[in-house]
């Protein structure tokens, strides 16, 4: 199976009781940023722009451990910032697993070959490690020589460890879609569990250069979606199929929630109009009918999985098409 069958267990599991008792609105995955602090200055990369005044700032291990008490999700993404310059990262693993939720911890990999040492491998628990090209490609956008090298050593140490690991890479407008695979290929030549990849999203304060047009990213996800063929992708074939235009969308901004040291951040993972104390409070007082394409002028050119994969899941039973299509790809 692509995912763990315990995973596949408890989502399904979720999914159903919420659609049992008619919820709406309900998270599936919580985006848990403790520290926006990180070793690096990538490129693309808004958040240490977005909360530069307050990038010291840490939420506690207790503030930690109630949002994912607070939030429902069955999956938890441990990111930043760079989740391993969180002191008690180690208790907040232990924490999280304890409360019998799944865990991607997002890494950039500086960090990761030390930090081995202080975690054990766990059914629940998947490394996430963020790779944008070869090395050449992938020290520039990084900003740093040598990132490639010491992340791919990370990679290599976590799997003779037993650890579950998988890789997120960035389609930015430069990006060759032929040193992408052979990235995919090396990857899965030393063992690493699963692939996601995602268009990047065009945060003001970074600037336009770097990012795809809704045009342009449909015409490079139709190679990307021929390359799913091959390799072992963990983005959805609908998620994909949309990325290439082929599937239309609807964004499902309250679907990966994201809680930070500012607090609940509305409305949604890449855009923030507000910060609230409590899940609920976020949940409640966010106008939801204001975002997503055509009603938000910043939503216009986004189509990141953490909008548009948790629509997937609502998707799926519409069509038997569609179900067949998911069960293939996660059997296969």
Not at 27 to 45: D, K, R
Not at 175 to 201: C, K, Q, Y
Request: glycine share 8%; proline share 6%; charged share 25%.
């Amino acid at each position: 199976m692509r995912f763990p069958m315990r995973l596949n267990y408890d989502l399904t599991k979720y999914i159903v009781s919420n659609k049992l008792n008619k919820v709406e609105k309900y998270p599936l995955v919580l985006m848990l940023e403790p520290t926006h602090l990180c070793n690096l200055a990538c490129s693309g990369c808004g958040r240490i722009r977005e909360y530069a005044d307050t990038i010291q700032e840490m939420m506690s291990l207790e503030d930690c451990l109630k949002s994912v008490d607070e939030c429902p999700a069955p999956v938890v993404t441990i990111t930043g910032g760079e989740p391993f310059l969180y002191p008690p990262v180690y208790d907040l693993i232990r924490g999280v697993l304890d409360r019998g939720k799944h865990i991607y911890l997002c890494t950039n990999g500086i960090l990761l070959e030390k930090a081995l040492d202080n975690m054990k491998p766990h059914p629940n628990f998947t490394l996430n490690v963020h790779m944008d090209g070869l090395e050449e490609t992938h020290d520039r956008i990084l900003e740093r020589k040598g990132a490639f090298k010491i992340a791919m050593e990370g990679i290599k140490k976590a799997k003779k460890l037993g650890f579950r690991v998988c890789t997120n890479t960035t389609i930015f407008k430069e990006t060759n879609l032929l040193e992408i695979e052979m990235l995919f290929t090396h990857l899965e030549e030393i063992g690493v569990d699963g692939l996601l990849v995602a268009p990047g999203f065009g945060y003001e304060a970074v600037g336009e250069k770097l990012f795809l047009e809704r045009r342009d990213i449909e015409k490079k996800f139709a190679e990307v979606y021929e390359m799913s063929k091959k390799h072992r992708f963990f983005s959805t074939p609908m998620y994909l199929r949309f990325l290439k235009g082929e599937k239309k969308l609807e964004c499902t901004p309250w679907g990966n929630p994201t809680r930070n040291p500012r607090g609940w951040k509305a409305p949604c993972y890449l855009i923030t109009d507000a910060h609230y104390p409590t899940f609920r409070e976020m949940m409640e007082k966010t106008d939801w009918s204001k975002y997503g394409v055509g009603k938000d002028p910043r939503c216009a050119q986004c189509m990141m999985h953490c909008g548009f994969e948790p629509t997937v899941v609502g998707e799926i039973g519409k069509s038997f098409k569609d179900i067949l299509e998911m069960m293939i790809w996660n059997f296969t």
